[in-house]
């Protein structure tokens, strides 16, 4: 009995000493690789870090490069504008220099009643359609001409025909003239007309304008005309007087 005991006890202690080494023997190769692992981890932060330290210096490069391109591109940008505002400021003095000359009385169009001393004066607030001087082409106006008999004010409208019926497709500012004698009056810019287009004459108050009689084909109305108004010019009063007005406009066409 007690030499089984004996043996036993010996079994159990050699099983013993085995579990324990290759624990052991475990222990040491997790070690190892745990070893290996934080080795590895080490040579990546080191590769990492260089590379933050390059992307770096590229970034720190790129700045640089984008801070001189801001500034090039400032300088490129001012000297484009600078270049832009003289192009402009040479172009509009040679627009306004053309302007002024193609408005020379010898190089205008005159479309009205010749500016003669006439011995008839018009009843107030009248407004007058010259049927015998309509647009002769398409063309620009520039202004209004008149021999004015009396202080008045005036505006002008732009009568398009259509079918039986006119359409006012423009209208000027007031003229007002202060005293008598020849005026002339530039519109602020020019005016566009077509073929056929009728000029009327619109007066708030006396006519300053003189007429006579058997020259022309002036019509007339005391109907306040205004942009977009239709109108039947035949149906004007004035018809077989055929009235000449010493008022037109003056253009190129």
């Given at each position: 009995m007690?030499?089984?005991c004996g043996v036993v006890l010996s079994v159990l202690m050699l099983s013993g000493c085995v579990t324990t080494s290759e624990r052991?023997?475990?222990?040491?190769?997790s070690n190892t690789?745990?070893?290996?692992?934080l080795s590895t981890a080490k040579d990546n932060?080191?590769?990492l870090n260089m590379d933050k330290n390059r992307l770096s210096e590229e970034l720190d490069e790129c700045r640089r490069v984008s801070r001189a391109l801001e500034k090039e591109?400032?300088?490129?940008?001012?000297?484009?504008?600078?270049?832009?505002?003289?192009?402009?400021?040479?172009?509009?003095?040679?627009?306004?220099?053309?302007?002024?000359?193609?408005?020379?009385?010898?190089?205008?169009?005159?479309?009205?009643?010749e500016l003669l001393q006439r011995p008839e004066i018009s009843d107030e607030g009248l407004t007058l359609v010259d049927l015998k001087n309509p647009m002769p082409g398409p063309g620009s106006l520039v202004g209004l001409r008149g021999l004015f008999?009396?202080?008045?004010?005036?505006?002008?409208?732009?009568?398009?025909?259509?079918n039986d019926s006119s359409f006012v497709v423009w209208e000027s500012p007031i003229f007002q003239i202060a005293d008598p004698g020849?005026?002339?009056?530039?519109?602020?810019?020019?005016?566009?007309?077509?073929?056929?287009?009728?000029?009327?004459?619109a007066f708030e108050g006396p006519v300053g304008v003189p007429y006579d009689r058997g020259t022309g084909k002036t019509l007339f109305s005391?109907?306040?005309?205004?942009?977009?108004?239709?109108?039947?010019?035949?149906?004007?009063?004035?018809?077989?007087?055929?009235?000449?007005?010493?008022?037109?406009?003056?253009?190129?066409?």
């Open positions: 007690k030499k089984t052991i023997k475990a222990l040491e190769h690789l745990l070893s290996q692992d932060i080191a590769r591109k400032d300088v490129r940008t001012k000297e484009a504008g600078d270049i832009r505002q003289e192009i402009r400021d040479f172009m509009k003095k040679q627009i306004l220099a053309l302007r002024d000359f193609t408005k020379r009385e010898e190089l205008l169009d005159y479309i009205g009643g008999t009396s202080p008045c004010k005036v505006k002008l409208v732009i009568l398009r025909p259509l020849a005026k002339a009056f530039d519109f602020d810019s020019d005016v566009a007309v077509e073929k056929g287009d009728l000029v009327g004459y005391s109907r306040k005309l205004v942009l977009g108004d239709r109108i039947n010019p035949e149906s004007l009063n004035g018809v077989g007087q055929n009235r000449a007005y010493s008022v037109g406009v003056v253009g190129m066409f």
